[in-house]
T-cell receptor, first 114, second 113 residues
Framework: EAQVTQNPRYLITVTGKKLTVTCSQN?????MSWYRQDPGLGLRQIYY???????DKGDVPEGYKVSRKEKRNFPLILESPSPNQTSLYFC?????????????FGPGTRLTVT | LAKTTQPISMDSYEGQEVNITCSHN???????ITWYQQFPSQGPRFIIQ???TKVTNEVASLFIPADRKSSTLSLPRVSLSDTAVYYC??????????????FGGGTRVLVKP
């Protein structure tokens, strides 16, 4: 089954404790992206990657890091989480040609930073 | 990317047709109109995309007038399970700049029994 998986689905952590949210897709998509969703602010893009070893900032990259060492994986790293990073996070993937507009989203990771 | 404006919310009843109109006055020549659906606590899901006139698939229809300054997503005979937020996005079609999707506020559709 074609899908995007994220882990963990729920995470409660404390300020300053480094964490990683994993994202993996099995569709051989070149493009992967991270979004965060907050009430009243909608979905905002954090980082994206057009292919392996190619990443770039989205609209709200501060406080986040990403890496793309393999085509299928795109982890999101919070080196020193703060309470303002409490949010619902979504990973997405798509092709970079053809139906590039059709992005597939993961189930989301609800992060709480206390 | 062209800015979009859509109603904040809409109520409907089971079996009715729901039409959501999105305004995009500054749409560019190479922009496409794309709609996503999001259920609570789930990621958005692609519904339909079009450039002009009418596009129909198994889920919805998309009507785009000749001037392309607006578009209407039509959901035929909705059921309770169609309760969701619907997002209208406008941007380059097959090769988006960085494949970036810019989500606006969306329209919250509530289907009542």
């Amino acid at each position: 089954e074609a899908q995007v998986t994220q882990n963990p689905r729920y995470l409660i952590t404390v300020t300053g404790k480094k964490l990683t949210v994993t994202c993996s897709q099995n569709m051989n998509h070149e493009y992967m992206s991270w979004y965060r969703q907050d009430p009243g602010l909608g979905l905002r893009q954090i980082y994206y990657s057009m292919n392996v070893e190619v990443t770039d900032k989205g609209d709200v990259p501060e406080g986040y890091k990403v890496s793309r060492k393999e085509k299928r994986n795109f982890p999101l790293i919070l080196e020193s989480p703060s309470p303002n990073q409490t949010s619902l996070y979504f990973c997405a993937s798509s092709l970079t040609s053809g139906r590039a507009y059709e992005q597939y989203f993961g189930p989301g990771t609800r992060l709480t930073v206390t | 990317l062209a800015k979009t404006t859509q109603p904040i919310s809409m109520d409907s009843y089971e079996g009715q047709e729901v039409n959501i109109t999105c305004s995009h006055n500054n749409i560019a020549t190479n922009d496409y109109i794309t709609w996503y659906q999001q259920f609570p606590s789930q990621g958005p899901r692609f519904i339909i995309q079009g450039y002009k006139t009418k596009v129909t698939n198994e889920v919805a229809s998309l009507f785009i007038p000749a001037d392309r300054k607006s578009s209407t997503l039509s959901l035929p005979r909705v059921s309770l399970s169609d309760t969701a937020v619907y997002y209208c996005l406008v941007g380059p079609g097959t090769k988006a700049a960085g494949n970036k999707l810019t989500f606006g506020g969306g329209t919250r559709v509530l289907v009542k029994p």
